[in-house]
Structure formats: C-alpha cells, structure tokens
C-alpha cells in the first residue's frame, strides 16, 4: 500500500490504468506506435482553450485539407484563418502558419522540448507534450488538468505561484524514461476524465491510495488559487450593411485582437457606459439587438446596426459577399450576422 504523498510508484500504477482505459482519440495511436508531430502539434495547440468534442472536428477538416505540415506551410493564410473561424483565440492559426513555415524550411522538427519551445506559438506545456508523445524524450507536459492532479495528490495550500513550481518539479522527477509520451497521455485523461474539477471519481481512481487531498475527505477544494479579478466590459457596435443580397466585411488587421480574420465593420470597442459610435458611412442604421462575447482579458458587448442600401457607398474599405455565401466569420462577427440577417 503506497503511503500518501509519496509518489515514487505512481508511474506504474497510472500507465497500468491508462493502457485498460486510455482515450481513443484522432490524433492518437496505437499504444506502442510512433506519432506523427505534426498531429499531435496540431492538437494540442487547437486543444489549448477548446473542449476535446469542439475541437475534433477542427482537427479533422485541418488533417484531411492540409495533411502534413508542408502541406499546411504552403496554404493561404486567409484559407487557414477561415478554417480556424469557431475556435477563438486568432493568434494561435497566425503562429500555427509561421511555425509550419519554419519547420517546412529547416525540413524537421525539432525533437527536444527546449528547442521546440523557440518556434511561434509554443510555450512550455505544448513542448512537453511533443517533446514526450512524438519523440519518446523524458518531458514534462504540465497543463491545467496535470496542476490540478497534482495539487490534489500533495494537497498544496501555499501561495499558488510558489506550489506550481514545486508542482512541476514532482511531475518532471516522475516522468518514466521508456514511456514519458504514456505518461503525459495518461496524465491527461486522468484529469479529464477521473480528477475532473467539481466531481473527482476518487472510487475509480488509480492513484488515489496516494492521494493526500483524498486521504483529507475534500479533494474537490483543490487547487487552492487566489480568485479571479472580475473581467472588465467594453462596449461597441457592429455594422451589418446589405445591398441586394450582399453584405459588406472587412479584413481585420493582421495584428491586434482577430488580427487577419474576415470580419464586420465595427466601431472602438472600448470600457465604460454605452455611447453611440459613429458608423463607417452614413445611412439609416437601424438598431437590431446586443451580441455579448467573452475573451481572454474582457467581456465585450456589441449593439447591432443594420442598413439595407440602395447603392454601395463610394470609397469604403472591404468586400462584399452574398449573404447566403457568408461562412469562416469569429464567433462574436456570427453572432452578429446572424441577429441582423435571421429576420
């Protein structure tokens, strides 16, 4: 009987667990199989704010479209940019394109988890993960479900910041040289599936003879972070424009917030009380509603104008698409789009 807290056999009882009960998942192969990198890089950079049943289909259109990575560095950047539409947070499509391209051009991947962290959109957890599941290395591969399995196990009650450090360290000094890319796969589905953040199944657990929070009677009270400040809100307005048939878009900057996306036109979005933001040219908008989005760092709140033209005005930026041609907006310009034109 392994004693709380200490983890030195936890290894061999998690990957017993994980080769009877392991997800099947798209990206994923036979326990024992090499992994293609770009498959599980694609994945785990889609999955990094998106929800395993949202992200799949995403991640099947991406592999049958684009099937390799220099098949991916050769596309468009508005096809890729379209296709990521729905999955939120642009910039990882914008560094998902400048990796490819540097992996095309230098013809490999890297294999360590310190250099793949130097290419676009690759921060530590995502390294890990490639570094482990494709190349066999001994990484460590920390995201939130392993911080919350871990804080669980060793019950950490100290500042939050100074516990993840320890955290990684124990995770890191665990990791099984033969099969680290089980570990970290193994890992995930724990916290996916078992130690999930309101109900954790601590009767089928595999780990849970040596879990301190477990022995505690509250694991669910774990992690313990400081709360989060309240998101502040900013407001605008969204212009939906139609002239027989055909609604008015814009192409977003390629830097800033949806950089390089097809969107509508729009004012400021800025924080404070609702004012009446001037539209890109006149004609009698008619307000039609409120669409709310959330982001990272705010709450945004968009007043929906519409105008039906008898001409297209002169001179404004943007492109004109038939309506029933619209497709590959973000979710805040659908949203939009959809309260102005379902009438």
Same mark, same amino acid.
């Given at each position: 009987?392994?004693?709380? /807290? ?10 017993? &667990?994980? !080769? ?14 090499? +992994?293609d990198p770009y498959r599980v890089w694609l994945a785990e950079i889609m999955l990094q704010q998106t929800t395993i049943p949202h992200g799949t289909? #995403? ?17 468009? !950047? ?20 400048? @990796? ?8 490999? &991947? ?17 390294? /890990?993960?490639?570094a482990a599941i494709a190349f066999n290395q001994p990484a460590a591969a920390v995201d939130g479900n392993v911080d919350r399995v871990f804080a *669980? ?25 033969? *099969? ?14 078992? @130690? ?5 199944? @601590? ?6 003879? #040596? @879990? ?9 009270? #774990?992690?313990?972070? %400081? ?24 192409? +977003? ?11 509508? %036109? ?14 890109? =040219? ?9 669409? *709310? ?5 705010? !709450? ?5 104008? +519409? ?14 698409? %038939? ?13 939009? =789009?959809?309260?102005?034109?379902? /009438?």
């Open positions: 009987m392994p004693k709380h /807290g200490d983890l030195n056999a936890l290894p061999a009882d998690l990957l017993a &667990w994980f !080769d009877r009960h392991g997800r099947d998942l798209p990206w994923r192969t036979a326990l024992g199989e090499r +992994r289909p #995403y991640f099947l259109t991406f592999t049958q479209r684009w099937p390799t990575v220099e098949a991916l560095a050769a596309a468009k !950047d508005e096809d890729v940019m379209t296709a990521w539409a729905g999955l939120g947070y642009y910039a990882r499509a914008r560094n998902l394109l400048k @990796c490819a391209r540097e992996i095309a051009a230098r013809g490999s &991947w890297p294999e360590t988890a310190a250099e793949l962290k130097k290419l676009p959109g690759i921060g530590p957890y995502t390294a /890990g993960a490639i *669980r196990l060793l019950a950490l009650k100290g500042d939050w910041a100074e516990e993840k450090k320890r955290l990684h360290a124990q995770v890191e000094r665990l990791v099984p040289e033969d *099969r680290p890319g089980d570990f970290a796969e193994a890992l995930m589905d724990l916290g996916a599936t078992v @130690c999930t953040p309101t109900r954790p199944n @601590c009767l089928i657990c595999p780990v849970s003879a #040596y @879990c301190l929070a477990k022995a505690e009677g509250e694991p669910e009270r #774990y992690p313990i972070k %400081p709360p989060k400040k309240a998101k502040p809100i900013r407001r605008g307005a969204a212009f939906v424009a139609v002239h027989k048939g055909e609604v008015l878009l814009q192409r +977003r900057p390629d830097k800033g917030l949806l950089g390089g996306m097809a969107g509508l %036109p729009t004012s400021d979005w800025v924080e404070g009380e609702r004012s009446d933001p001037a539209p890109p =040219f006149k004609a009698a908008w008619g307000e039609v509603g409120e669409v *709310r989005h959330v982001f990272t760092h705010f !709450d945004l709140r968009l007043t929906v104008m +519409r105008a039906d033209l008898a001409r297209r005005p002169a001179k404004v930026e943007g492109f004109w698409v %038939p309506l029933d041609e619209v497709e590959g907006l973000p979710s805040v310009f659908a949203k939009a =789009f959809r309260l102005a034109t379902s /009438g």
